[in-house]
Every structure is written in structure tokens, then in C-alpha cells.
């Protein structure tokens, strides 16, 4: 090959690197992950997925091409007009399941030790809720969809407390509750 040829590979090899890659995963980033969006036909919540691998594909020649990849309202309303990708384009982050439920532990205190709560980890210590029927509930054990719903009624709960709460209610055999101790200093 020619010493063209290589330049030319090379400008191509570099333009891919240096634009699409980044557009590419900037795409995939904002729009990966569940959404929680109103459902424009129900007026309740839905919860959605974007086709990723299209919005990411179609972003390398224009603006994203937003589809729905799977709605919890699916497969009965399989046909609807996915109006509600309005809401995922005007607002991508604040429609992120994730990131509405670490939103909503800002500013708030465990109900039960009143640690407050810092900043939320994904992947591990995630807090939980307290439900009204009194047992903590993880977030893994919510539908998306439920989650508007399970938010106004439930409480915060720190990790340590839910995993305490947790083996109480499941091996209460392991656990000794002792009353709480009077503490006395010493001359007074």
C-alpha cells in the first residue's frame, strides 16, 4: 500500500476515535438503563427501556432516533404510538429509575437510626424503604412502575438498618434483644 493510503486510513481511523466513539457512548450512556415515563394514553406511570443500540447507531448521523425497546404495558398495548419518548427526549436523566430513587434520599434521615443519607452507591449499600405494612423493602423488589406509588408511602432506610430488619424478621432466632442500658457517669 501506499504511503496515501495509510493517511487516509489513518484520518478514518482517527475521525471514528476522536467523534463517533464519544457520540456513540455519550448516547448510550444517557439513554440506557430503565425510565420511568406517564403513559400519554393511561396518565399513569409506565416503565420503559430504549432501544440503546439504535438511538447510539442513528446519533452517529444525526439527532438520536429514539425507540422503545420494551413498556410494562406491553404486550397488550404493544401498538401504541410511543408518544411518551417526548418525556425520555426533554429529560433523559430525570426519567432514569436511578436516578429519581437516589433523588429522593437527598436531604433525608434513616427512619430508623437517623443517619443521614450521603451519597447513594449503585452497586452496593443501597438503602432501602420502609413500607407501610412495616417490612424494608429493596429496590430490586419494586416494579419500575410502582415505584411513584411505593415513594409517597414509604420511609427511607439506611443499609445497616435494613439488613438488621432483614435478619430479624428472617431468623429471629439469631437475635437477642437486649432493653436499652441506663448509663451513669461516675460522681454524679
Known sequence: M????YLVIAIVAFTIIYFVVPLVAGTVARYRGKHLVTCPETRQPAAVDI???HAALSAVVGPPDLRLKTCSRWPERHDCGQECLLQIELAPEECKVRNILTGWYRDKVCVFCAKPFGEIRLYDHKPALL???????EWQDLRAENIPAALEAAKPVCWDCHLLKTLMREQPDL???RPPRDVHIAGK
Open 2 to 5: 501506499s504511503v496515501e493510503a
Open 51 to 53: 432501544d440503546v443500540k
Open 131 to 137: 413500607s407501610p405494612d412495616g417490612r424494608t423493602v
Open 175 to 177: 437475635i437477642i434483644q
